[in-house]
């Protein structure tokens, strides 16, 4: 008899420490690493030619995030972000528009400040790109055993830069630069 309450007082206290690593498990905070990418869509209208420094700007979540089994960043949570940067378009390139991330609000209200950009492969600037050439002068091209071909040959004239505008419904990606604990 005394063998068999030992085993069973010897299970429960196996079942209560296994009971009290998975409420750890729970409570414990989950960490989203930087250089972690968020897939968000912009919400309104912004371009190099309405915004100015520091404009709110808010994008949304398109779909939960998951670090195991912890959703920390749930589907429809808002972004909040602030415009950096503007660049003018000039002569030879687009204008282009930098966004830092700020915040990020979740469907239950919870805020976390985080900090983040934008990202795009032109240093995390919307826009940017070069321009084409306006001008092109013809020269012969000689080739054996062919006639001359007239070929154009763009001169140093780019053309004049267009504004950048960033629609809503664009879908953009959010590079976190801070950890992100979520509780």
């Known amino acids: 008899m005394g063998k068999i309450i030992r085993a069973i007082f010897f299970i429960l206290i196996l079942i209560f420490v296994s009971l009290e690593i998975k409420a750890e498990e729970i409570t414990q905070e989950q960490t989203l690493r930087a250089g972690t990418?968020?897939?968000?869509?912009?919400?309104?209208?912004?371009?190099?030619?309405?915004?100015?420094?520091?404009?709110?700007?808010?994008?949304?979540?398109?779909?939960d995030m998951y670090l195991y089994e912890t959703n920390i960043i749930p589907e429809n949570t808002k972004i909040y972000g602030e415009v950096e940067d503007v660049l003018e378009p000039v002569e030879g390139r687009d204008g282009a528009i930098k966004i830092k991330i700020t915040?990020?609000?979740?469907?239950?209200?919870?805020?976390?400040?985080?900090?983040?950009?934008?990202?795009?492969?032109?240093?995390?600037?919307?826009?940017?790109?070069?321009?084409?050439?306006?001008?092109?002068?013809?020269?012969?091209?000689?080739?054996?055993?062919?006639?001359?071909?007239?070929?154009?040959?763009?001169?140093?004239?780019?053309e004049m830069g267009k504004h950048t505008v960033i629609k809503p419904g664009a879908e953009l990606f959010v590079i976190i630069e801070e950890d992100i604990k979520a509780k």
């Not at 968000?40 to 520091?54: M, P, Q, R």
């Not at 985080?114 to 000689?142: A, C, F, M, Q």
């Open 103 to 158: 915040k990020m609000i979740t469907p239950d209200k919870k805020v976390y400040k985080i900090k983040g950009h934008i990202y795009s492969d032109n240093g995390n600037y919307l826009g940017g790109k070069e321009t084409l050439p306006v001008y092109y002068r013809k020269v012969p091209h000689y080739t054996q055993r062919l006639r001359p071909m007239l070929k154009a040959v763009p001169l140093n004239v780019p």
């Open 37 to 63: 990418f968020i897939k968000v869509i912009n919400l309104a209208e912004f371009s190099t030619l309405t915004s100015d420094i520091d404009d709110e700007v808010i994008f949304l979540n398109t779909q």
